[in-house]
């Protein structure tokens, strides 16, 4: 099913790459969705932003430095090269992938320049992998190809002694930073109310029926084991949301869920929430730290904004084509001559996945479940707050300004 006829489709849908079919469709998911990449973007300084559609986009300014800025090589294997690039206080990670032939242009190869970025769950319990394509290079396919890529999008390879300095931080990428920062500010109480009510309500909930004990079982157990992820957490609220739904996930309480009859009144509390969340985007972006407003400030020393640097021959913005995986042959990595760059350093790196099927959102599986143990779920108090006497408080009100 292709974009347009999702759209154009009665169930709304929305992009999710690391899904089974590449979507999630239905105004309950689509809403989660929406809310968690909202969150994505300012919690971590996300270089770009999801469309409503849920596909990821980088801005041509922001692509242009990425090509632009000094890589340091970190390794060079099966998935292609690795690197760093060390921008102002930020370190900005990359692949390189291996070369394919192209189904447009005989006789050419290309290659993808992918920006790797972390975004933890759980408090850093784990971590997804957002790989997203920012540029494409083609040009004739001969033994240099690799090689003329590598120095293309700027791609070094330092000695084991050799000082890597610190560039200066790219206009575009400051004005993204401050702009997510910005965002950040104004919607973190709101969010922080809206979590905290958002779990007391579905506590209380889960609470109304005897038949779901083993969903407050489960959460009370997962709880207790991830204390150390999330016990000093400023947001320990979102946090204990994310917990719930991965237990909510869990066959024997999803089954346990789907027999209850406060199932729909969970349903639309999580709807509210996700609403909720929406008008918080709304408000943030509109007001008047608007990313024209925040670039307009970062230039007040400049006559006009600069213009975004163009890309360098034979080379694109985002991905050139869509059958990378799919009967286009992956050609066997040439021998590096810059020597390698060794393993990876820099306390764990992010990777990239396998080279034959690229995506732009990489997600491990959730963690193994814990282990079922009798005892109340309200027996300890959620971080000193006791949700078992709350009620949901506040979470039927509309939020405040």
Do not use: W
């Amino acid at each position: 099913m292709d974009t347009e006829a999702k759209e154009q489709g009665a169930v709304p849908t929305y992009e999710k790459k690391d899904s089974e079919k590449g979507f999630v469709e239905g105004e309950h998911d689509v809403l989660k969705m929406k809310a968690q990449r909202f969150r994505d973007v300012i919690q971590n300084d996300l270089l770009g932003d999801f469309d409503a559609s849920g596909k990821y986009v980088l801005s041509e300014a922001v692509s242009a430095d990425l090509v632009a800025v000094t890589k340091k090589i970190d390794s060079h294997d099966q998935n292609g090269t690795q690197g760093r690039a060390f921008v102002g206080d930020r370190i900005l990670y990359f692949n390189l992938t291996p070369p394919a032939l192209s189904p447009a242009t005989e006789g050419n190869a290309y290659c993808y320049l992918q920006l790797l970025e972390e975004i933890p769950r759980i408090n850093g319990y784990y971590i997804d992998t957002l790989t997203s394509v920012v540029a494409t290079y083609e040009y004739k396919n001969d033994e240099y190809f690799y090689d003329r890529a590598l120095e293309v999008f700027n791609f070094k390879e330092y000695k084991a002694d050799e000082t890597v300095d610190t560039q200066l931080m790219p206009e575009s990428l400051s004005a993204r930073y401050a702009y997510t920062a910005a965002m950040l500010k104004q919607a973190q109480e709101p969010m922080d109310n809206l979590d905290e009510a958002y779990f007391n309500k579905r506590l209380q909930l889960l609470s109304e029926d005897p038949e779901l004990a083993i969903i407050l079982a489960e959460f009370s157990n997962k709880r207790s084991k991830l204390e150390p992820y999330f016990a000093k957490a400023e947001n320990k609220y979102q946090f204990l949301n994310e917990i719930l739904d991965e237990v909510l996930e869990m066959p024997a309480c999803k089954k346990a869920l789907e027999k209850s009859p406060v199932k729909d009144r969970m349903v639309e509390a999580d709807k509210k929430a996700y609403q909720l969340v929406e008008k918080v985007e709304v408000r943030v972006r509109e007001d008047n730290r608007t990313k024209e407003a925040v670039e307009q400030a970062m230039f007040t020393d400049l006559a006009e904004k600069p213009a975004p640097k163009p890309m360098p021959k034979q080379v694109k913005k985002g991905a050139s084509f869509e059958l990378f995986g799919k009967g286009v042959p992956v050609m066997k990595m040439p021998a590096y001559r810059g020597g390698g760059g060794g393993g990876r350093k820099g306390g764990g790196a992010p990777k990239p996945k396998e080279a034959e099927k690229p995506k732009p959102m990489f997600m491990p599986g959730p963690a193994p479940a814990p282990q079922h143990q009798p005892g109340s779920p309200f027996a300890r108090e959620t971080g000193g707050f006791d949700h078992s006497q709350q009620q949901g408080k506040g979470f039927d009100m509309e939020m405040g300004k």
